[in-house]
């Protein structure tokens, strides 16, 4: 496998893995932080009985979801850089597709765009075919 197709593919799943924890993370993680619970910074709602361990600022969806997901977007922003110089994008380009992994669903369709648009350059530009094995 070529070092193109690897780093791409690499790309696509850590652009859902990122996404899906994004997600976790502002839906589920940080409302339970700061919304619910008699302890939380800004507290919506009595956290449900025999789960108030889960909600307030010691909650551990915290730990199970934030923290992942931080160490998970770095590993993202070095395969976006990985592609990048692979496949020449610019700086701006790259910096969109890196930004969006910080916004909940936007990774998700940048990632469609970016699939798309190299599939359009590879129908566009097919690679040479590879010479035949002489025996």
Partial sequence: M???????TLYRVLAYVTGVFLLGLTFVAMPAKYLVGETARFSLAPAPPGL??????????????AMPHGYIYMVYVLVVLWVSLGRRWGAGRTLGVVLAGTIPVLGFVVERRVV???????EADP???QPAATG
């Fill in 127 to 129: 690679a040479p075919a």
């Fill in 52 to 65: 108030e361990h889960w909600f307030g600022p010691e909650s551990p969806l915290m730990l199970f979801i």
């Fill in 2 to 8: 070529d070092s193109a197709r690897v780093s791409f």
């Fill in 116 to 122: 798309r648009g190299e599939r359009t350059a590879r």
